[in-house]
């Protein structure tokens, strides 16, 4: 297991999980801003795995993980499963207004064509984007863990929110685990300028302690615009969980602010000091991706992990 610049500290806890050490490689820019890596170790037939968030800054992080994989491959490795526990991009899934590209699509084919034999990540954006790759992908979910960590305290009348009709599933979902029913609130979002406002509700939140589930939170007017909408139609309190927290922008002092009474979070991407907030509490996936690194290596099934 080799780690990129992008999240070293949760690779270490991978190898900690797996009982190995992290793989010793040289990962760094020279002066003239060209990304080196130079893996320092033997690798010739070996299962290697490269462990490389796509984290801001995003296409520094990209590059570091594609001149891994070209490394890897041309160090005669036995197989390349590209690590990436979020994958940027992502929102970029399709043509949703005219001359756009599909970005998720383009990462997806310079991944496999610098030479990855399969990739792992956690919780995709939309499904869909495991399509977009000609090789396998093992897609993990950290909504039961997200989940359990509610079922743990005591919150009564709970209803799960989603952000939109498009993270329904992801509602259902963890409102099946939490035995609780579910609530949509209808946005619409302002052009491409990271604004939203939010519309309607589908659901009755009225009098409840409402959970928002998302997939990532990025300028954090999404789950604020939710909250908002949630609160004028009579929740009591409001809790949020997400996957991602990516955190551009001004989105740590907006949830700051917000009417969010806590928010869970994993660490698939490093939250800077700076951008910790009060409301955050971090769940580690360490011990997910150590688990299905262990099974691929030893040909297990992965999906058997989230059977129960």
């Given at each position: 297991v080799f780690s990129g610049n992008a999240h070293t500290q949760l690779?270490?806890?991978?190898?900690?999980?797996?009982?190995?050490?992290?793989?010793?490689?040289?990962?760094?820019?020279?002066?003239?801003?060209?990304?080196?890596?130079?893996?320092?170790?033997?690798?010739?037939?070996?299962?290697?795995?490269?462990?490389?968030?796509?984290?801001a800054p995003v296409n520094d992080h990209v590059m570091e993980l594609l001149i891994m994989i070209d490394a890897a491959k041309r160090a005669s490795a036995g197989r390349i499963t590209a690590v990436i526990p979020y994958y940027a991009y992502g929102r970029s899934d399709k043509k949703d207004q005219p001359r756009v590209p599909i970005t998720a699509r383009l990462v997806a084919n310079i991944i496999t064509v610098a030479g990855a034999d399969r990739v792992l990540t956690v919780d995709l954006h939309a499904g869909q984007i495991q399509g977009f790759f000609n090789i396998p992908?093992?897609?993990?979910?950290?909504?039961?863990?997200?989940?359990?960590?509610?079922?743990?305290?005591?919150?009564?009348?709970?209803?799960?929110?989603?952000?939109?009709?498009?993270?329904?599933k992801r509602a259902r979902d963890t409102a099946h685990i939490l035995d609780a029913p579910i609530a949509i609130v209808e946005k619409h979002r302002m052009g491409?300028?990271?604004?939203?406002?939010?519309?309607?509700?589908?659901?009755?939140?009225?009098?409840?302690?409402?959970?928002?589930?998302?997939?990532?939170?990025?300028?954090?007017?999404?789950?604020?615009?939710?909250?908002?909408?949630?609160?004028?139609?009579?929740?009591a309190e409001i809790y949020c969980s997400v996957t991602h927290p990516v955190l551009s922008g001004d989105a740590p002092q907006l949830l700051e602010d917000s009417v969010i009474k806590e928010i869970v979070v994993t660490d698939t991407l490093p939250i800077a000091e700076e951008k910790n907030t009060t409301k955050t509490k971090v769940l580690s996936v360490a011990a997910l991706l150590g688990e299905a690194i262990h099974r691929i290596h030893s040909g297990m099934s992965v999906g058997a992990m989230f059977e129960k």
């Amino acid at each position: 297991v080799f780690s990129g610049n992008a999240h070293t500290q949760l690779a270490h806890e991978v190898c900690d999980y797996l009982d190995i050490t992290i793989g010793k490689a040289e990962v760094f820019k020279f002066n003239n801003d060209n990304t080196f890596v130079r893996i320092l170790e033997n690798i010739r037939e070996r299962d290697v795995f490269l462990v490389q968030s796509i984290s801001a800054p995003v296409n520094d992080h990209v590059m570091e993980l594609l001149i891994m994989i070209d490394a890897a491959k041309r160090a005669s490795a036995g197989r390349i499963t590209a690590v990436i526990p979020y994958y940027a991009y992502g929102r970029s899934d399709k043509k949703d207004q005219p001359r756009v590209p599909i970005t998720a699509r383009l990462v997806a084919n310079i991944i496999t064509v610098a030479g990855a034999d399969r990739v792992l990540t956690v919780d995709l954006h939309a499904g869909q984007i495991q399509g977009f790759f000609n090789i396998p992908v093992d897609e993990l979910t950290a909504v039961p863990m997200l989940a359990r960590s509610f079922q743990e305290r005591d919150v009564s009348n709970l209803v799960v929110a989603a952000t939109d009709v498009g993270d329904a599933k992801r509602a259902r979902d963890t409102a099946h685990i939490l035995d609780a029913p579910i609530a949509i609130v209808e946005k619409h979002r302002m052009g491409n300028q990271d604004r939203v406002e939010a519309v309607s509700l589908i659901g009755d939140v009225d009098g409840k302690t409402a959970l928002i589930v998302d997939d990532e939170i990025g300028t954090g007017g999404t789950v604020v615009a939710t909250a908002d909408a949630l609160k004028e139609y009579g929740a009591a309190e409001i809790y949020c969980s997400v996957t991602h927290p990516v955190l551009s922008g001004d989105a740590p002092q907006l949830l700051e602010d917000s009417v969010i009474k806590e928010i869970v979070v994993t660490d698939t991407l490093p939250i800077a000091e700076e951008k910790n907030t009060t409301k955050t509490k971090v769940l580690s996936v360490a011990a997910l991706l150590g688990e299905a690194i262990h099974r691929i290596h030893s040909g297990m099934s992965v999906g058997a992990m989230f059977e129960k």
